[in-house]
T-cell receptor
Framework: GDSVTQMEGPVTLSEEAFLTINCTYT??????LFWYVQYPGEGLQLLLK?????DKGSNKGFEATYRKETTSFHLEKGSVQVSDSAVYFC???????????FGAGTTVTVRA | EAGVTQSPTHLIKTRGQQATLRCSPI?????VYWYQQALGLGLQFLLWYDEGEERNRGNFPPRFSGRQFPNYSSELNVNALELEDSALYLC?????????????FGDGTRLSIL
């Protein structure tokens, strides 16, 4: 079946550090890939997306590139802030499918 | 543009009771999805409604049910509540079922079973 595996947390960083969260996927079709972020006490927000191989999604300083050859969609940010503390979910959706398949989530804490 | 809205924010029930959770999608969105986020279990797909019809459901018992109204808002009903139903229930909407359409989430209803 379709699934997403992302690096386990928690991840603790200092402000201005570089962040990478690894994500790999298994899919029977051609997925669209998303990163969602969940801030404390809130629902999920779409952070970025990529719909085909080699697409790069970017938003709020975060980037992720859809790598079909390695079935990966790693999330990166060059300089994190305290406000980036949240849980990050790597997610896929198969064409014409109805639901999102989520990774387990990675908790990121950024310390001042 | 107003986002997905869910009510109530918190709901406290006891075992055996019934709970009703409500969701209003983004204007123009016809698909509504329900997910359960339980501690230690991650995000699990519950139900999908599109154009007023239930299109599919996840691996949950029949006491989880719902409906979608003509204005595309939706209700999730959980009957005979059990302790393990305690979770954050998230509603999402999308423009249609297309693969490239992201789902937009509300802030959720936290259901606590005492």
């Amino acid at each position: 079946g379709d699934s997403v595996t992302q690096m386990e947390g928690p991840v603790t960083l200092s402000e201005e550090a570089f962040l990478t969260i690894n994500c790999t996927y298994t899919a029977t079709g051609y997925p669209s890939l998303f990163w969602y972020v969940q801030y404390p006490g809130e629902g999920l927000q779409l952070l970025l997306k990529a719909t085909k191989a080699d697409d790069k999604g970017s938003n709020k300083g975060f980037e992720a590139t859809y790598r079909k050859e390695t079935t990966s969609f790693h999330l990166e940010k060059g300089s994190v802030q305290v406000s980036d503390s949240a849980v990050y979910f790597c997610t896929l959706k198969i064409f014409n499918d109805y639901k999102l398949s989520f990774g387990a989530g990675t908790t990121v804490t950024v310390r001042a | 543009e107003a986002g997905v809205t869910q009510s109530p924010t918190h709901l406290i029930k006891t075992r055996g009771q019934q709970a009703t959770l409500r969701c209003s999608p983004i204007s123009g969105h016809t698909s509504v999805y329900w997910y359960q986020q339980a501690l230690g279990l991650g995000l699990q797909f519950l139900l999908w409604y599109d154009e007023g019809e239930e299109r599919n459901r996840g691996n949950f018992p029949p006491r989880f049910s719902g409906r979608q109204f003509p204005n595309y808002s939706s209700e999730l009903n959980v009957n005979a509540l059990e302790l393990e139903d305690s979770a954050l229930y998230l509603c999402a909407s999308s423009l249609d079922r297309g693969a490239n359409q992201p789902q937009h989430f509300g802030d959720g209803t936290r259901l606590s079973i005492l």
